[in-house]
C-alpha cells in the first residue's frame, strides 16, 4: 500500500464522524448544484438536530433537492440560516417567506469573498475519486468550491465515482483533506426543457449571429441553449462558458466545437460549473478536451474578453425601455441570482468582435405578460444595466442598443414586443418623455 492509499485509509470514515467537530456559530460552504454532497448534507443536519447546535452558516450556489430536504429544511431554520449566492426552485419559497438568505455577488467574486471575506470552518462537496497521485477532482463544480477548499478550517469530501474526473486547475490533494467519505449514488441530473414553438424562431436568428470560429458561453435556461440545436453547420466553435451543458456536448461529439480559433486555451473546453445528463457526465470523465478553472478565471470579464468572436447568450425576465435587463427578480421577490451574467455581458462586449445578448420570450404567462415593460416595479433588480445592454432578441426580432439613444432604443425594444402590447407601450414610452 503506498503512502497516498494508507493516508486516504486513515482520513476514510462515517459522515457523521466527519462532522463531529462541527459546532454552533460555524459557517459551512458546499459544494454547487451538481456537486452537492448528500450523504455529508444528511449528516450535518442529523447533527444539527441530535446536538441542539445553533447559528449555523449554510453556504450554497442553486442547492438542489439534496440541500433542501436537509440542511435546508424548514423544520430547520431556527438552528440553520442559509445563504445562497444563487436561488433555485429548493430554496426559492424560503427566500419569499424570509427563512433563508440570498446574497447577492458577481460569480467571478465569490471566490475572493470566500478567501478574504469570510472565516469559513468547514467545506463539504463532493469529489471524483483519488487517482495514484493522491488528487481529487471537484469535477462539475469548480466555481467558489475550489478557493473556498483551500481558505478553511477543515475540507470533507464525499468521494462518488460517478463524478467525472476533468482536467485544468480542478485538483485537490489529500494532504488537503480534512476527512474522507464514500457514497457512490448517481449524480443529479439537469435536463434541459422541452423545446418551445418559438425556439423555432429565435434559435435560428442567434446562431446566424455566431461567426464560424467564436467561441460561445450559454446561460443558464432553456431559450440559451435553443441555439445549439442550429449551430449543426458552423465550424471550429469554441466554449468559455459558465455552465457546460448537454447541448454543446452534442455539439463537441458533431465536430462543431472543436476550439481551434480561441486565443485562450485553444482546443480545450472550458467552464467552472457544469450540469446536464448521466450521458454528459460520462462524455466528461477523464476527457483531455474539458478543462474546468475557478470562476474568478472563468468568470473574469478581462479574461472573456481576451477571446477574438466572444458571444454570450443569457436569459432575462423582463427587459424595460430604457434598456435594462431584470434576470433575478420576479412577482416581488428573489427568483435567481446575478451569476455571470454580467460578467459575460461586459466580458463579450468588450471582445473583439464580440457579442452580448439577452434572449427571452415576448410574453409569459400565456400571453398574459409582457416581458418587455415600460420600466420596472419598485424594488425590481437591474441584472444588466443600460449602458450595458447590447442585443435583445425575442420572438419578434432582433435589435442592437449599443449607441443608441433613449429615443433610439425606447423605440427598438417596443418593436420586439409582442404586438398586442406595443401600443401601450409607445403611449408609456411618450408619458416617460422617452418619445
Request: one cysteine or more; a neutral charge; charged letters at 20%.
Amino acid at each position: 500500500m503506498n503512502s497516498y492509499a494508507s493516508e486516504y485509509k486513515q482520513k476514510l470514515t462515517t459522515p457523521q464522524k466527519a462532522l463531529e467537530k462541527i459546532k454552533s456559530g460555524e459557517t459551512i460552504v458546499c459544494g454547487m448544484s451538481i456537486a452537492q454532497p448528500p450523504a455529508l448534507l444528511a449528516a450535518t443536519a442529523d447533527r444539527v438536530r441530535e446536538n441542539n447546535l445553533r447559528d449555523i452558516k449554510v453556504y450554497s450556489f442553486l442547492p438542489m433537492e439534496h440541500a433542501f430536504k436537509t440542511v435546508l429544511d424548514p423544520s430547520l431554520c431556527d438552528c440553520i440560516q442559509g445563504y445562497s449566492w444563487f436561488v433555485g426552485s429548493s430554496d426559492r419559497g424560503l427566500i419569499r417567506t424570509g427563512i433563508n438568505y440570498h446574497v447577492p455577488c458577481y460569480l467571478h467574486q465569490i471566490p475572493r469573498l470566500c478567501s478574504d471575506l469570510m472565516k469559513i470552518d468547514t467545506v463539504i462537496t463532493t469529489v471524483s475519486p483519488m487517482d495514484k497521485s493522491g488528487f481529487f477532482c471537484f469535477g462539475t463544480a469548480n466555481d467558489y468550491i475550489s478557493t473556498a477548499a483551500r481558505h478553511c478550517k477543515r475540507l470533507i469530501v464525499e468521494v462518488n465515482e460517478n463524478m467525472p474526473r476533468v482536467f485544468g486547475n480542478s485538483l485537490i490533494h489529500i494532504s488537503e483533506v480534512f476527512a474522507i467519505v464514500e457514497n457512490h449514488v448517481p449524480l443529479l441530473e439537469l435536463k434541459p426543457p422541452k423545446p418551445r414553438p418559438e425556439d423555432d424562431i429565435i434559435g435560428p436568428c442567434l446562431a446566424e449571429m455566431v461567426p464560424d470560429g467564436a467561441t460561445i458561453q450559454l446561460g443558464i435556461g432553456g431559450l440559451p441553449n435553443a441555439i445549439t440545436r442550429y449551430l449543426t453547420n458552423h465550424k471550429d466553435i469554441g466554449i468559455h462558458t459558465e455552465l457546460l451543458t448537454p447541448g454543446m456536448i452534442n455539439l463537441i461529439e458533431q465536430g462543431v466545437i472543436t476550439g481551434r480559433k480561441k486565443n485562450l486555451n485553444p482546443m480545450k473546453h472550458i467552464f467552472t460549473t457544469a450540469g446536464g445528463t448521466k450521458k454528459m457526465y460520462e462524455f466528461m470523465d477523464d476527457n483531455p478536451s474539458m478543462e474546468s478553472y475557478p470562476a474568478s478565471y472563468v468568470c473574469s470579464p478581462a479574461i472573456i474578453a481576451q477571446n477574438d468572436n466572444m458571444i454570450a447568450v443569457n436569459s432575462a425576465l423582463e427587459a424595460d425601455l430604457l434598456g435594462q435587463v431584470n434576470a433575478e427578480y420576479l412577482a416581488g421577490t428573489t427568483f435567481s441570482g446575478t451569476g455571470g451574467q454580467l460578467d459575460f455581458v461586459r466580458g463579450a462586449f468588450d471582445s473583439s468582435g464580440g457579442k452580448s445578448i439577452h434572449a427571452f420570450y415576448s410574453t409569459a404567462k400565456g400571453k398574459e405578460i409582457s416581458r418587455i415593460v415600460p420600466r420596472f416595479k419598485t424594488g425590481a433588480v437591474v441584472t444588466s444595466p443600460r449602458a450595458d445592454t447590447h442585443y435583445l432578441v425575442t420572438e419578434y426580432g432582433v435589435v442592437n442598443l449599443k449607441g443608441k439613444s433613449t429615443r433610439e432604443r425606447a423605440l427598438a425594444t417596443i418593436s420586439i414586443a409582442h404586438p398586442k402590447y406595443r401600443d401601450e407601450l409607445l403611449m408609456e414610452a411618450e408619458n416617460m418623455y422617452l418619445l
